[in-house]
């Protein structure tokens, strides 16, 4: 029997021998390839696909401890941007102390601490440590440049910013609150408060510095800070002998140097003194907990100035109000530069700063910045300027081109 067969069908059954043909003679140049170079490390070549590409975005992020707590996709955070038009606020001489004491600490300490190292939630972005170090340095360039010539900075003007630098934009990602966009501006400042060298009826509450030679064996890792207010360290105590108390304050003082992290200490006799924490009970702080039922509990230096980040209190960064922010020095990182945008029309308000400082609310925090807000004799002061600030804003980071 004689079968009749279409030009359609010849053509179909030569379009098949040919794909055929193709994928025989690919596989075994592919083979060839191979066994041309045995040193090579055999490549697997796949086709791209959606889901690869947002796997090579992953970013896995860190806690305080340094263990892992969950994953984020890189390009659902940062995404590239120009700045709007608006002047960029900040004070120059400011700006310019805060940068070079932070660019000195990479050089001085990074050694010695590599978590700075890490290029964390940037790195899906391409951005590297070295790059943020480009970027500290050019800017304190141009800040030296512009302040010798008693010019207004060109960083201040978003042309030359969005000219010489990536901008990327920084959407917030909270777990918990996922609609949430804007970064959150929380604020922190440094109090004055009056106090003691010695223990009165007004001021009982002291700060501790530990003794070095008894702080080797971390035995105040123990100790929460309930335990450290029964009297431990006291005469009598159990522990008394290896603290030296710095100053007395009141219960609420306290807290407020626990928190803030500074405290600048008026005393009688019209000296005063900073005084910073040093280290911690490494009991971690737990958000939505009342500060006073924390268990989380700080011994104090005496310092020359308001101090940032560092890895051990002699290293610590010597910082300015109004340039810093307090942030995620694991996965965001130190040295970042930040720019915030709030308001809108003739309210619009950018504001810039480095993030030189961290503490154990920001670990992990994807979705906030602490902003150093001044110095400030009362809280009521304080709440009057920060309702001045935003409680949310656009983010912006800034890395040199």
Same mark, same amino acid.
């Given at each position: 029997?004689?079968?009749?067969?279409?030009?359609?069908?010849?053509?179909?059954?030569?379009?098949?021998?040919?794909?055929?043909?193709?994928?025989?003679?690919?596989?075994?140049?592919?083979?060839?390839?191979?066994?041309?170079?045995?040193?090579?490390?055999?490549?697997?070549?796949?086709?791209?696909?959606?889901?690869?590409?947002?796997?090579?975005?992953?970013?896995?992020?860190?806690?305080?401890?340094?263990?892992?707590?969950?994953?984020?996709?890189?390009?659902?955070?940062?995404?590239?941007?120009?700045?709007?038009? =608006?002047?960029?606020?900040?004070?120059?001489? %400011?700006? *310019?102390? /805060? @940068?070079?004491?932070?660019?000195?600490?990479? &050089? #001085?300490?990074?050694?010695?601490?590599?978590?700075?190292?890490?290029?964390?939630?940037? =790195?899906?972005?391409?951005?590297?440590?070295? %790059?943020? *170090?480009? /970027? @500290?340095?050019?800017?304190?360039?141009?800040? &030296? #440049?512009?302040?010798?010539?008693?010019?207004?900075?060109?960083?201040?003007?978003?042309?030359?910013?969005?000219?010489?630098?990536?901008?990327?934009?920084?959407?917030?990602?909270?777990?918990?609150?996922?609609?949430?966009?804007?970064?959150?501006?929380?604020?922190?400042?440094?109090?004055?408060?009056?106090?003691?060298?010695?223990?009165?009826?007004?001021?009982?509450?002291?700060?501790?510095?530990?003794?070095?030679?008894?702080?080797?064996?971390?035995?105040?890792?123990?100790?929460?800070?309930?335990?450290?207010?029964?009297?431990?360290?006291?005469?009598?105590?159990?522990?008394?002998?290896?603290?030296?108390?710095?100053?007395?304050?009141?219960?609420?003082?306290?807290?407020?140097?626990?928190?803030?992290?500074?405290?600048?200490?008026?005393?009688?006799?019209?000296?005063?003194?900073?005084?910073?924490?040093?280290?911690?009970?490494?009991?971690?702080?737990?958000?939505?907990?009342?500060?006073?039922?924390?268990?989380?509990?700080?011994?104090?230096?005496?310092?020359?100035?308001?101090?940032?980040?560092?890895?051990?209190?002699?290293?610590?960064?010597?910082?300015?109000?109004?340039?810093?922010?307090?942030?995620?020095?694991?996965?965001?990182?130190?040295?970042?530069?930040?720019?915030?945008?709030?308001?809108?029309?003739?309210?619009?308000?950018?504001?810039?700063?480095?993030?030189?400082?961290?503490?154990?609310?920001?670990?992990?925090?994807?979705?906030?910045?602490?902003?150093?807000?001044?110095?400030?004799?009362?809280?009521?002061?304080?709440?009057?300027?920060?309702?001045?600030?935003?409680?949310?804003?656009?983010?912006?980071?800034?890395?040199?081109?």
């Amino acid at each position: 029997m004689r079968f009749k067969f279409s030009r359609k069908f010849y053509l179909s059954l030569g379009l098949c021998l040919l794909s055929v043909l193709s994928t025989v003679v690919l596989n075994s140049c592919s083979q060839n390839l191979v066994k041309a170079d045995s040193t090579q490390p055999e490549v697997s070549i796949v086709a791209p696909s959606s889901k690869i590409a947002q796997a090579s975005d992953a970013y896995k992020v860190i806690d305080e401890a340094r263990q892992y707590r969950y994953t984020v996709q890189g390009n659902e955070i940062l995404d590239a941007a120009n700045l709007p038009k =608006a002047k960029v606020n900040f004070n120059q001489a %400011d700006l *310019l102390t /805060t @940068l070079v004491n932070t660019r000195k600490y990479y &050089q #001085e300490h990074s050694s010695a601490d590599p978590d700075v190292l890490r290029p964390g939630l940037l =790195a899906t972005q391409g951005v590297t440590v070295d %790059d943020t *170090l480009k /970027t @500290l340095d050019f800017m304190i360039t141009v800040l &030296q #440049e512009d302040i010798s010539n008693g010019r207004p900075t060109r960083l201040q003007n978003p042309d030359f910013i969005n000219k010489n630098f990536r901008v990327i934009k920084w959407t917030a990602h909270n777990p918990k609150k996922p609609a949430q966009k804007q970064v959150r501006l929380t604020k922190y400042a440094v109090f004055t408060h009056p106090g003691s060298r010695t223990k009165t009826s007004a001021f009982s509450i002291p700060i501790y510095s530990l003794k070095d030679e008894f702080a080797s064996d971390k035995f105040y890792t123990k100790y929460t800070k309930q335990d450290v207010l029964s009297g431990i360290y006291e005469p009598g105590g159990k522990e008394h002998g290896k603290v030296q108390p710095l100053a007395y304050l009141t219960r609420q003082g306290l807290e407020e140097a626990l928190m803030e992290g500074t405290v600048l200490i008026n005393f009688p006799d019209g000296t005063s003194g900073y005084f910073n924490v040093d280290r911690s009970n490494e009991i971690a702080f737990v958000k939505g907990v009342n500060p006073r039922n924390q268990k989380r509990y700080w011994y104090f230096r005496k310092v020359d100035a308001i101090k940032g980040y560092g890895y051990k209190i002699g290293a610590k960064i010597s910082i300015k109000p109004g340039v810093t922010f307090a942030g995620d020095v694991l996965n965001i990182g130190l040295g970042r530069m930040i720019v915030l945008d709030s308001g809108k029309g003739n309210n619009r308000r950018l504001r810039m700063a480095v993030i030189a400082d961290t503490g154990g609310a920001f670990l992990p925090s994807l979705y906030q910045l602490d902003y150093l807000s001044g110095v400030f004799k009362s809280k009521g002061d304080f709440q009057d300027y920060i309702r001045t600030l935003p409680e949310f804003a656009n983010a912006y980071i800034l890395v040199k081109k």
